[in-house]
């Protein structure tokens, strides 16, 4: 109980002395034990150049002959390793397509119908209504497949993935040749990102074409796996002319 | 207009009120106390068939009109500044998260092989569905930064005194289970922050003594998260939505009954300096609901990222750790004082309490309104200013030592924020409305 106000001052000093004793002993035992195992990732992945997105900023759109090409690209080289398992073939009503287009596409497409009578397994041509097929069974096929690395599904990859679009667009326009007999089997090396620091394997072949076609790509993964928040229908050219050919 | 203020300021009551159907003056003339006037409800029901324009109106059943006409009537300080219309802001959004919330819930799944998709199908296909789901994550954050506004205010300019301990209790029940609600929907979309939000929730309620494990497997259902978790934080969620509204209106009665404070103190609850809530306050908080309702629009159409996680949008997985756990904003500075603690018991100890200690602090602070009208205490009127702003930094770093993970120069961080906010209350408070009575007294 204070009873006279001048004593005050003389509480507080202790209280203060008793504090400054206080923290730093408890600081100082914990800061030892933590220092040692919060060690930073030595390859902390660097910044990709910015790019000049039509959808970015809050007035941004989607160009969608490049998302529709974005779209060829992803049908023809991707797919084979990625998934985009939380897109349905209606949702590609939202690039552009009429839904004649979108039935059309979905029946170039395959999916698992269960087993027939002897326990094969049966396909039938995708409808509107279908998700996207998964290019392996599960994670252990891929990873079986790819050398031990599960290829990321796409469906929201420039959301998940620090960078975004950039990034996506770094990562796909920047392998080179392989240089030395270690690398070169089956992956190209990483030159505009050598310090990603993650195992990236590309089927080799893929490189050549992709850094003509797949600076589109990130517009692609951009588009379709996002919620059609800020869509507009800004198509600058009519149809894309090379579509067809990607889905037969 | 029913209402004339003059200049020195009275209200003149003279013109029949198109609410009360009566004229003022004679109402005010029963009722000289605030307190009395929530008493006064049935003398009022009473008064209702003398109005002349009641009798021709055909209406609701007249304890409905008289309850409307009441709280429409309801005196408020005219003093009353930006701060004092947070309240209905915070209703407004509450209004929001419910209605979005029942849409959403009929898409939902709450199971954790379908919960995901489902959210993504909302997101995607389901008409709007991406529209609702926006409001409800932005509404989310800005319940939760208008909830610690509110409390902010309360702690500002007293609230909590007599005779309005139970109306500040009621208020803090109520921001425990916003809390509660907030963290329970966040584990709803089983994205990798909510699988790992839901395993750190759990392992820190393992971390108590003796019961800790019985508790944890109550809460997870099982081992680890899974469907049973979703199940349970979905059934929390659903109701506590409906417990929120029945303490809100628990709130606004106590309200009622005990009258609102004022900026200005005692000074500002006289009756002299009093208006009604319609027209006058209904206007000022429409106002502040307009303006709150812009803000919204703008963070929700061209600045999502500032209320989503981009983590969330990957699917749980349980086989992967995420690097970088981290709760949603709001439970930042309760996740650094977590952390700061070197036991998980106190540290959940020590979080918890941040929040139950404003359980007590109207009897940490033994103060009076009156005593603090009265008292300067020697001049050192900023020194309460100046401990509520400690008590805001200490907030906020806190929430940034959380944030970087409480490691390195984070941790000393922390724990001197933590050790500041339990400060003011349990040093501060205290002692400061002791020396404010004695001056009084002298």
């Known amino acids: 109980m204070l009873s006279v106000p001048a004593r005050w001052p003389v509480r507080v000093r202790q209280r203060l002395l008793l504090a400054m004793l206080l923290l730093p002993a408890l600081s100082g035992a914990e800061v030892a034990g933590e220092t040692a195992q919060a060690a930073p990732p030595a390859d902390v992945p660097a910044h990709a150049p910015a790019q000049h997105w039509s959808f970015k900023g809050p007035f941004g759109h989607f160009d969608l002959a490049a998302v529709q090409r974005g779209y060829a690209v992803f049908a023809g080289v991707c797919a084979s390793c990625h998934s985009l398992t939380q897109v349905q073939f209606s949702d590609f009503g939202g690039i552009g397509l009429t839904q004649e287009q979108v039935a059309a596409l979905a029946a170039s497409w395959q999916v698992a119908a269960g087993q027939d009578a002897e326990g094969h397994l049966r396909h039938r041509k995708a409808t509107p209504d279908d998700a996207l097929p998964r290019p392996y069974a599960d994670t252990d096929a891929a990873r079986a497949a790819n050398r031990g690395a599960v290829p990321p599904d796409l469906s929201r990859i420039t959301q998940v993935y620090p960078g975004g679009a950039d990034r996506v667009y770094a990562l796909l326009t920047g392998y080179t040749a392989a240089k030395n007999s270690l690398t070169a089997a089956g992956a190209e090396t990483h030159a505009a990102l050598p310090e990603m620091g993650f195992a990236t394997l590309m089927p080799s072949g893929t490189a050549p074409p992709c850094r003509r076609r797949c600076g589109t790509m990130p517009c692609c993964m951009r588009m379709v796996p996002s919620p059609p928040r800020s869509r507009k229908r800004g198509m600058s050219q009519p149809f894309w002319r090379g579509f067809p050919a990607a889905c037969g | 207009m029913p209402f004339i203020v003059k200049h020195d300021n009275t209200v003149l009551y003279g013109v029949l009120d198109a609410v009360s159907g009566r004229g003022e003056g004679e109402w005010m003339a029963d009722t000289p106390a ?39 009537a309801f005196l408020l300080p005219r003093d009353l500044n930006v701060l004092w219309t947070i309240g209905a802001m915070l209703v407004a959004v509450l209004a929001l998260m419910l209605l979005s919330g029942l849409t959403l819930a009929l898409t939902y799944t709450p199971d954790a092989t379908l919960a995901f998709s489902s959210v993504e199908t909302l997101d995607r296909r389901v008409p709007f569905g991406w529209l609702l789901r926006s409001l409800h994550m932005t509404g989310a ?42 963290f329970t929907g966040y584990v709803l ?57 029945g303490m809100v209106m628990l709130h606004v009665a106590v309200l009622h009954a005990r009258g609102s404070t004022s900026p200005s ?85 020590v979080s918890g309490g ?18 603090f009208a009265a008292g300067r205490w020697g001049g050192l009127k900023w020194l309460p200013r100046l401990a509520l702003a400690g008590l805001v930094c200490a907030f906020v770093v806190a929430g940034l ?26 040093g501060f408070l205290p002692f400061y409305s002791r020396f404010a009575r004695k001056e009084v007294r002298s």
């Open chain 2, 189 to 245: 979309p089983w994205g990798q922050m909510s699988y790992w939000g839901a395993d750190v929730a759990g392992k820190a309620v393992g971390a108590i003594p003796l019961v800790g494990n019985l508790l944890e497997r109550v809460f997870l259902g099982g081992d680890a998260p899974g469907t049973a978790t979703l199940h349970r934080m979905f059934v929390l969620h659903f109701t506590l939505a409906f417990t929120i509204v």
């Open chain 2, 265 to 349: 103190g005692t000074a500002g609850q006289e009756r002299a300096r009093m208006l009604p809530f319609h027209p006058y306050f209904t206007v000022k908080d429409g106002l502040g609901v307009v303006v709150l309702a812009i803000l919204f629009t703008l963070v929700m159409c061209f600045w999502p990222g500032l209320v989503t996680e981009a983590a969330n949008y990957r699917p749980a997985n349980p086989l992967h750790t995420p690097a970088d756990i981290e709760p949603e904003w709001y439970f930042l500075p309760f996740y650094g004082m977590l952390q700061a603690v070197p036991s998980k018991f106190f540290g959940l100890l």
């Open chain 2, 141 to 182: 954050s800005f319940f939760m930064a208008a909830l610690y506004l509110h409390v902010f205010r309360g702690l500002c300019y007293g609230s909590y005194r007599a005779p309005r301990q139970g109306l500040w209790n009621v208020g803090t029940v109520l921001l425990i289970l916003v809390m509660v609600t907030a």
């Open chain 2, 401 to 426: 030592a959380g944030r970087h993970h409480v490691q390195g120069g984070w941790l000393l961080a922390g724990r001197v924020a933590t050790l500041g906010y339990y400060l003011y209350f349990l």
């Open chain 2, 34 to 72: 605030c307190q009395q006037h929530a008493q006064s409800v049935p003398e009022t029901v009473a008064g209702a068939g003398r109005g002349s324009t009641v009798q021709g109106h055909t209406g609701p059943a007249p304890t409905a009109r008289a309850f409307v006409r009441d709280y429409m």
């Open chain 2, 354 to 371: 941040a929040v139950a200690i404003l359980l007590f602090v109207p009897w940490l602070d033994r103060g009076t309104s009156a005593i």
